[in-house]
């Protein structure tokens, strides 16, 4: 019985000082995140604040965005820090879409000796571009994007591949692409369709390139939320990180592979998919943690889950 009562306080002195420890553990090192194109800043614990940076040219999307977002995103999927990503728009403007001056000799001049080779090479190179987007999803951490002003063309595609979608009153976004010659490629017209409910509206927007104010984003349910300014998105998306980034990060991994597989499978595939996902995850300690703290009626946001 002493032994056992021993063994007992050992382990709850254990417990302590490793949350104790936990608790002084520094927050993300943001050194390593150090880009053009894009400013990433943690304004609270576990989340990252990624802006477009580039508010001189209304955020339009260079060469430099390209390869830099792939990076960047990369790195926050193996930030042990971060839980909750939020995107957001520096200056007037979240974006006016790509940078067509800077951009321009990629499709104008493609490299290749015949017509076999340039359309090769122009694959790879449009395979590229959709990494750049297609990478926000395969993070584990949910990503909240916040838009305000214009949303044009790869903005679309941008905002397309994110999980949560908030918008200001002055926004807009345009699928803007057949206005310039071409069907766009990096997204927009594979995911809005499985976000608006109506594809008759995906059509019209695609083929007419018109704008679609925030009222209307909200009522076909591209964005979820709409905010007077851009002041108090930024709030409200901060608010939600918050709330998500205090869930256990196992949880939020989970929720979010599975809802991308879910999205682009059938039911059955998709439970099965399920099934063989948490025969894992539920033995993690994050359960009997949520468990108790619900028994003892206590705040989840006081469990002091580890990181993943």
């Known amino acids: 019985m002493a032994a056992s009562i021993l063994r007992t306080g050992l382990t709850r002195h254990h417990s302590l000082f490793s949350n104790l420890l936990k608790s002084l553990q520094p927050m993300s090192s943001l050194a390593s995140y150090n880009y053009e194109t894009l400013?990433?800043?943690?304004?609270?614990?576990?989340?990252l604040h990624v802006e477009l940076n580039r508010p001189e040219k209304r955020n339009a999307l260079n060469r430099a965005f390209w390869r830099e977002m792939v990076t960047c995103f990369n790195e926050i999927a193996n930030d042990s820090d971060c839980r909750v990503v939020v995107m957001s728009?520096?200056?007037?403007?979240?974006?006016?879409?790509?940078?067509?001056?800077?951009?321009?000799?990629?499709?104008?001049?493609?490299?290749?000796?015949?017509?076999?080779?340039?359309?090769?090479?122009?694959?790879?190179?449009?395979?590229?571009y959709q990494e750049?987007?297609?990478?926000?999803?395969?993070?584990?951490?949910p990503v909240i994007v916040a838009v305000h002003g214009?949303?044009?063309?790869?903005?679309v595609d941008l905002i397309s591949a994110c999980d949560i979608r908030f918008c200001?009153?002055?926004?807009?976004?345009?699928?803007?692409?057949?206005?310039?010659?071409?069907?766009?490629?990096?997204?927009?017209?594979?995911?809005?369709?499985?976000?608006i409910g109506s594809r008759s509206l995906v059509n019209e927007l695609a083929f007419t390139a018109r704008k679609m104010m925030s009222d209307?984003?909200?009522?076909?349910?591209l964005v979820s939320r709409v905010f007077q300014d851009k002041e108090l998105l930024l709030d409200g998306a901060f608010e939600t990180a918050s709330e998500i980034a205090s869930k256990s990060p196992v949880a939020l991994q989970g929720t979010k592979v599975n809802l991308i597989y879910s999205r682009d499978h059938p039911v059955n595939e998709s439970l099965d998919y399920m099934?063989?996902?948490?025969?894992?995850?539920?033995?993690?300690?994050?359960?009997?943690?949520?468990?108790?703290?619900?028994?003892?009626?206590?705040?989840?946001?006081?469990?002091?889950?580890?990181?993943?």
Do not use: H
């Open 132 to 141: 750049t987007f297609t990478v926000m999803e395969k993070c584990s951490k």
């Open 275 to 308: 099934a063989a996902w948490n025969m894992s995850m539920l033995q993690t300690e994050d359960v009997m943690k949520s468990a108790q703290a619900a028994l003892e009626k206590k705040n989840i946001k006081d469990i002091p889950y580890a990181k993943l």
């Open 89 to 128: 728009g520096a200056g007037k403007a979240f974006s006016a879409g790509i940078d067509l001056i800077d951009m321009a000799n990629d499709f104008v001049e493609p490299q290749g000796d015949d017509v076999a080779r340039i359309a090769w090479n122009l694959r790879k190179r449009i395979l590229q």
């Open 39 to 47: 400013k990433v800043s943690q304004p609270k614990e576990n989340i």
């Open 216 to 221: 209307e984003a909200k009522s076909c349910g």
């Open 168 to 195: 200001s009153q002055d926004a807009w976004f345009q699928i803007k692409e057949v206005d310039l010659g071409l069907a766009a490629d990096v997204g927009t017209l594979q995911r809005l369709p499985r976000i």
């Open 150 to 155: 214009c949303c044009i063309g790869g903005g």
